[in-house]
């Protein structure tokens, strides 16, 4: 015979329902479990994982900067290759100037017979050029400031000035009766480095130099103004004897003409 298991009550003390289930053994003895519901391990949500959410805002930010660096690229491949189209067609070159003559009416050094003062005396008469060797540019000038200095010794020996002027696409302009003079008195060092060149036999070696400032204009492209200096060097003149000027040689004078000047992609 088996034993009979009284029924087991609800636990009211745990506040949950119990049940009982019975199950037989092998030898025939029945087994009672206590099944409880509560003892079930408590359901625990995953943490929700934020990043699949920010995934898709770093794909658009990536892709955003991609295509702006890329139209970036685009624009300034695209620029310089119109800079080097429009550079071939047009072709920027500096302007060119020359001095056409040089004649030396006055250039007299005096020094006191007790040699307490010293007085330079000079009067030059210039014929002078500018070429602009563009077919699409123009050359805007300011008034000129015109120097004559001695080439050995660097001393001032006169100024000028030339008005202000355009110079248009493939334009030459020449100016005569460019007077440059002075009349001042020196100080001992300028006498010392003055008068051995007033006695070189061949005459006197001559420097003359323009300064202003210039703005390039190319249709409807304009430059900033800029200074533009002008040294024209390998001039000899004889010191004029009597009344009768003395013409320099100027055939082997040579302007540089110092400018750098920019105009949209374009530095000459």
């Known amino acids: 015979m088996s034993d ?24 025939g003895t029945k087994a009672s479990y206590l099944y409880n519901p509560t003892s079930r391990p408590p359901y625990r949500p995953k943490p929700y994982n934020r990043r699949h959410e920010n995934r898709p805002r770093r794909n658009y930010c990536c892709c955003f900067c991609c295509w702006t660096i890329l139209v970036i690229l685009l624009l300034v491949l695209l620029g310089a290759m119109t800079g080097t189209v429009l550079y071939v067609l047009y072709r920027p070159q500096r302007p060119s100037f020359t001095v056409a003559s040089l004649r030396i009416h006055r250039l007299n050094l005096t020094t006191a017979a007790d040699s307490s003062s010293s007085h330079l005396s000079t009067l030059f008469n210039l014929t002078l050029s500018s070429k602009n060797p563009n077919s699409y540019l123009s050359f805007s000038y300011d008034p000129f400031v015109v120097s004559c200095v001695s080439s050995s ?6 100024n000028g000035a030339l008005p202000a002027f355009v110079s248009d696409s ?20 300028t006498v010392k480095s003055l008068r051995p060149d007033l006695k070189k036999k061949n005459g006197v070696s001559l420097k003359v130099e323009m300064d202003t400032r210039v703005m390039v204009k ?15 060097d390998g001039i000899k003149g004889a010191i004029p004897k009597g009344k009768s000027p003395s013409l320099a040689p100027v055939s082997a004078a040579k302007c540089k003409v110092d400018l750098r000047i920019k105009i949209w992609k374009w530095t000459f």
């Open 218 to 232: 190319m249709g409807g492209l304009r430059s900033k103004k800029v200074g533009i200096r002008v040294t024209c």
């Open 153 to 158: 010794s660097d001393v001032f020996v006169g």
């Open 170 to 189: 493939k334009n030459d302009t020449i100016f005569k009766g460019v007077v440059v003079r002075t009349s001042s008195d020196v100080d001992v060092d």
């Open 4 to 27: 009979k298991v009284p029924p087991t009550k609800p636990n009211g003390g745990t506040g949950g329902a119990a049940a009982t289930k019975t199950a037989a053994t092998n030898g």
